[in-house]
C-alpha cells in the first residue's frame, strides 16, 4: 500500500472492476456466491452519487446479473472475456463479438471427440454435452449459479446459434495440450487463454473467443458508450490478465490476495495506485475509499 494518496482528490468517472478474486471469494455465504453485503452496499452508493460501475469479467452476463441487479448498476458491462458489452437492466446489448460460425462446429465437435471437458456460450445460455455432464458441470454450476443446456450433440447446436464463447475445463497439462493443438489449427481467428478459479483448483480453465476480443477493447467500448475518458476511470483486478484493460485506466488498485505480478504493476503507478487488503477483507472498499468513492 502507499502512504501518499493524489495531491487532489481524483475527478473519477468510471470504476471498472473484475468479479473473480475482487468481488467474489471463496467464503461460503460472507462473500461466495455474491459479494459480501457491505460492498454490494458500497457499489450502489457509489453508482447512485454518479460514478460509472462496469463490471469487467470472464463470466457470462447471467452469471453477474444478480450483482448488477442488487447494486441498481445501470451501466454498460464487460462480460464473457470482452466478447458482450451489455446493459441488462435496460435490456440492451451494445456490442458482441462472435466466434467465426464456419469453424465452430469443428472446434467444438473435435474438443469434445479429444475428451477435453467443454462448455459453449451464447448471449443468454451455455450448453454441455450430455455424456460429459459429471463433477466438473457441479463445480461450474456452483460458481456460475446456473446450470448449463444439456444437449446430446454439442458440436451441431453450434449450427445456426451465435457463439461468444467456449470455454474448457482441463484436469492436467496433456488435457490443456489437447486443446491449444486444435485451437492452434486457427490463431488467427481465435484466441484462447487459461485462468483459475479458486473453487476449482487444480482444475484449469480454457477460454475461447474470437481473437478480436480482449477485456482491454471492451473497455474502451463500454467508456465510449458511457462518455467517459479512460483517464478519469480506475480499474481493479486481482490477476496479471487483469492488466489488460487496467494499463489504459488512469488509476488502478487491486488487493492484497492478487498475483505478485500485478501488484508489482499497480505500485509502480505511484499514488495512482493502491493496493487494499484481501477480498475476505472486503479490500474493494479499501480501494475506493482511497480514491475519495
Known amino acids: ?13 468510471a470504476v471498472v472492476l473484475d468479479v473473480d478474486g475482487v468481488l467474489i471469494g471463496g467464503l461460503a455465504g460472507v462473500n461466495s456466491p455474491a459479494p459480501h453485503p457491505q460492498v454490494m452496499d458500497y457499489l450502489r452508493r457509489m453508482h447512485q452519487q454518479g460514478t460509472v460501475v462496469c463490471l469487467c469479467t470472464v463470466r457470462p452476463t447471467f452469471a453477474v446479473l444478480n450483482i448488477i441487479e442488487i447494486a441498481s448498476l445501470d451501466n454498460a458491462h464487460i462480460t464473457d472475456s470482452g466478447a458482450l458489452i451489455t446493459n441488462p437492466l435496460r435490456n440492451r446489448t451494445l456490442a ?16 469434445v471427440g479429444t475428451q477435453v471437458y467443454t462448455e459453449i456460450y451464447t448471449e443468454t445460455d451455455y450448453f454441455v454435452q450430455t455424456n460429459r455432464v459429471g463433477r466438473k458441470t457441479e ?3 456452483a460458481i456460475l449459479g446456473r446450470p448449463p443446456t444439456v444437449v446430446d450433440a454439442l458440436g451441431q447446436e453450434c449450427a445456426g446459434r451465435a457463439i461468444t464463447k467456449i470455454m474448457v475445463i482441463a484436469k492436467d497439462a ?15 481467428r481465435i484466441a484462447l487463454f487459461w485462468g483459475s478459479h479458486p473453487q476449482s483448483l487444480p482444475w484449469r480453465f480454457g477460454i475461447i473467443t474470437a481473437r478480436t476480443v480482449s477485456k482491454r477493447k471492451g473497455l474502451a467500448t463500454a467508456l465510449a458508450f458511457e462518455q467517459v475518458a479512460p483517464a478519469n476511470t480506475l480499474g481493479i483486478g486481482d490477476s496479471s490478465s487483469d492488466w489488460q484493460f487496467m494499463a489504459d485506466c488512469g488509476y488502478v488498485g487491486t488487493l492484497n490476495n492478487a498475483t505478485t505480478e500485478l501488484k508489482t504493476k499497480v505500485n509502480n503507478k505511484g499514488n495512482h495506485g493502491f493496493i487494499g487488503r484481501s477480498i475476505d477483507d472486503n479490500g474493494v472498499i479499501d480501494v475506493l475509499k482511497w480514491y475519495g468513492l
Open 139 to 141: 463445480v461450474h454450476t
Open 1 to 13: 500500500m502507499h502512504d501518499v494518496r493524489p495531491e487532489k482528490k481524483p475527478q473519477i468517472g
Open 174 to 188: 496433456a488435457a490443456a495440450a489437447r486443446a491449444e493443438l486444435i485451437v492452434c489449427e486457427q490463431q488467427e
Open 96 to 111: 458482441r463479438q462472435e466466434i467465426p460460425p464456419e469453424i465452430t462446429v469443428d472446434i467444438v465437435s473435435r474438443l
